[in-house]
């Protein structure tokens, strides 16, 4: 019977990890399969305290893996297949058998949206990205394509524009919801063209395997044109990662986990954190923050516990 479980290993579930690790909680953290979490697929973070000059997403959480472990933090890889509850007993079935544990931490996050159009499956990989800085060095020279109107949509943008020839944003409608400083920066780049009010009809060529356009049809006007790009980078927002907890846990109308005085869910011994239960903050720093919280509030938990 273990003390605690973590579920997820992003900012929030390496937070947690390191607090519950440094109060001798010997926590097991479960990685899942997209181990790091959002920030493995960001380029430099400027706006995580402590790092004047920012850091890279993947350094800073190599950086917070390390640390966790430095202070006894188990991490395994593993995917989550169930989590049930009996008495005050949280059963978390892995595909490597069971694990029993008295408190449990879930920091699984949120997951990128897709448009829903079925070229834009059949082209994942092949020119369809929801990662430019994966995929971005791919389309070296090449003209690409956004798609949103959000902070990630620009950030994306105006990364690309390392790279790409020229980088078409795509928008649903004609004011953006990304901050000002964001869209003053895509703005002023040269690169960034603008295609506003306009929804994305479908993706060319499949039949090719590749990418050679993105069709659009301008809301306002009905207007549809094609756009010959080799990439196109989705970026229209996150689900949370909540399907393993359905009929478990309260949730939003969206999906997202409830929680209540500080990170407690609706079960008693199951705290949330991170961007799982957060779809307004959505920072590094807040999911950090959270985890922190969760770590204290589950170290409360087995203490009433007498644990
Ligand atoms: P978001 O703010 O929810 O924006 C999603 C964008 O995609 C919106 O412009 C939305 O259009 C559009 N969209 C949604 N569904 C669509 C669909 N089916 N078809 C076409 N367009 C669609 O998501 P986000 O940009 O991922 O940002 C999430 C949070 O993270 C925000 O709080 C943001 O500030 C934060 N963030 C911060 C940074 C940073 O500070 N550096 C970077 C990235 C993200 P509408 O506007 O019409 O709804």
Redesign the pocket.
Known sequence: MRNVVIIGSGPAGLTAALYTARANLSPLVIEGLDAGGQLMLTTEVD?FPGFRDGIMGPDLMANMRAQAERFGAEIKQGRVSAVTVTGSTITVTTDQGPIETTSLIIATGATA?L?GLPNERALMGHGVSTCATCDGFFFRGKPIAV???????L?EANFLTRFASKVTLI???DTL?A?KIMQDKAFKNPKIEFEWDS?VLDVKDAAQGVVSAIVTRNLKTGVTKEIPVDGVFV????TPNTSLFTGLLETDANGYLLTKDGSKTSVPGVFACGDVQDHIY?QAITAAGSGCMAALDAERYLEHLGQ
């Open positions: 706006n949206k448009l798609v949103g109107g959000g902070d990630s949509a950030e928008h649903r409608r919801r901050s929804e970026a229209i927002g996150h959505r």
